[in-house]
């Protein structure tokens, strides 16, 4: 028995009692919305990320992208290199929420209401004890594709590894069934890096000890593992691969706060790359906030000076946002606020206050003035002038912190604060 589970799907009993997890994976989500409400991109290379032209990440693409070599992570530019023609879109929160929503309702109306939100396009669902939870699987991605337009990946399994990996194996609208116990049969011919936990560190130690397949993994001696990857990691890892995760479907998911940072090789005054590193961050962090299905109240940064002095210094929010944008411009608030401008050793971003997103967004102005004003009005590229505005300054020898009243006098410096 392998992958080709599948084949027979429609036709596994699945015994009343026996543990079921079920994975739902939308396909090309982003990208999917978005060819939903202009089927005209539908033949194009599409891809959904950040600024090609700058240093943006592409999270995700359609299917006629990836035929150009584009995947998720990859550097936008490096996209557009590899496929010059494709079409560009930022990530839309807005459009993609209300059909999440849809989706997840779905899954626990068809399957079960024990559900795992993974991301906005992504879940587990516990069956366990209910009745043929295969059909229930098959109807729930029926209804999905009926009602919302959008495709989905299942896989029914025992665990939450073998469903998780049994989704992705036939994607676009896959549907997998890993019959109980045949999780290590199932998982046996898949490559290592299929497994939870094995990055690319521990493959290179996996591959160098001729482990290249799950099943040489889950036949290898415990003393031959643990001389590659050490005793403890030897056991868990062996223990996946011949197909045991009892890892239980959380309802729960409460993150605080998402954050990233950058440690310069050198300390770094110049206020050009520290706003490129604080706009960079600003993606990354609007992209998981969408991903997630959540928007932040609260915007900060952490400043840290060569002797290791940190400062990290916050700004609550009238309302919840999940846009780069205007994390962007809270960022570079805070920065002329607080910063010393002096050189750092890091600098960090960090949103918290997550709450669900609302299903609706404001435009950047509708709460207040826009702090950083544009040269020129361009409502569908605010983002970009914001940035040319600061680089702009930034070229003549000015401050990208200190940002001017619409009168065209500097405000008033607030008084530098105390690490």
């Excluded at 596994?12 to 009692?17: D, F, K, N, T």
């Excluded at 992570?73 to 996209?79: H, I, N």
């Excluded at 914001?386 to 006098?409: C, H, M, Y």
Aim: glycine residues 8%; charged residues 25%.
């Amino acid at each position: 028995m392998s992958g080709d589970t599948a084949l027979w799907a429609e036709h596994v009993a699945w015994p009343m009692g026996t543990r079921c997890v079920t994975h739902v994976d939308l396909d090309m989500f982003f990208a999917a919305c978005h060819i939903l409400e202009r089927p005209e991109l539908a033949e194009a290379p599409l891809v959904i990320g950040g600024d090609p032209h700058g240093r943006g990440v592409v999270s995700t693409a359609n299917y006629v992208a990836r035929r150009y070599g584009i995947h998720s992570a990859m550097p936008a530019a490096q996209a557009l290199r590899l496929c010059p023609h494709a079409v560009f879109l930022r990530p839309d929160g807005a459009l993609y929420r209300p059909r999440s929503r849809r989706v997840m309702e779905i899954l626990a109306a068809e399957i079960a209401p024990v559900l795992q939100r993974v991301s906005v396009d992504e879940a587990f669902v516990d069956a366990t004890g209910l009745d043929d939870p295969v059909a229930r699987a098959r109807r729930a991605q029926g209804r999905i594709l009926e009602e919302t337009g959008l495709t989905a990946s299942v896989a029914v399994a025992t665990t939450r590894l073998c469903s998780k990996i049994g989704s992705d194996l036939r994607k676009p609208a896959g549907f997998v069934v890993v019959p109980p116990g045949q999780e290590a049969a199932f998982l046996a011919p898949l490559p290592i890096e299929k497994v939870w936990g094995i990055g690319p560190r521990t493959a290179e130690a996996l591959h160098a000890a001729g482990l290249s397949q799950v099943g040489e993994l889950a036949g290898a001696s415990p003393a031959h593992l643990a001389g590659a990857v050490g005793a403890r990691r030897a056991h868990e890892l062996r223990a996946m691969a011949c197909g045991h995760d009892d890892s239980p479907v959380r309802t729960e998911r409460s993150p605080k706060s998402y954050s990233a940072e950058h440690t310069f090789a050198r300390d770094e005054g110049d206020p050009h790359v520290l706003w490129t590193e604080l706009r960079e961050m600003a993606e990354e962090l609007a992209g998981r906030l969408v991903a997630a299905g959540l928007a932040g109240t609260t915007v900060g940064v952490k400043l840290r000076y060569p002797e290791w002095v940190t400062a990290t210094r916050d700004h609550s929010l009238s309302h919840p946002v999940d846009e780069a944008e205007a994390i962007a411009r809270e960022a570079a608030g805070l920065m002329r606020r607080h910063w010393e401008r002096r050189p750092l050793r890091l600098i960090g971003l960090r949103v918290s206050g997550l709450r669900p997103a609302p299903a609706y967004r404001l435009p950047p102005t509708a709460a207040r003035p826009p702090l950083i004003p544009l040269k020129r009005a361009r409502s569908s590229q605010v983002f970009e002038d914001a940035f040319r505005f600061l680089s702009e300054t930034i070229d003549v020898g000015g401050d990208p912190w200190q940002i001017p009243n619409t009168a065209g006098k500097a405000r008033e410096r607030v008084p530098r604060c105390a690490p």
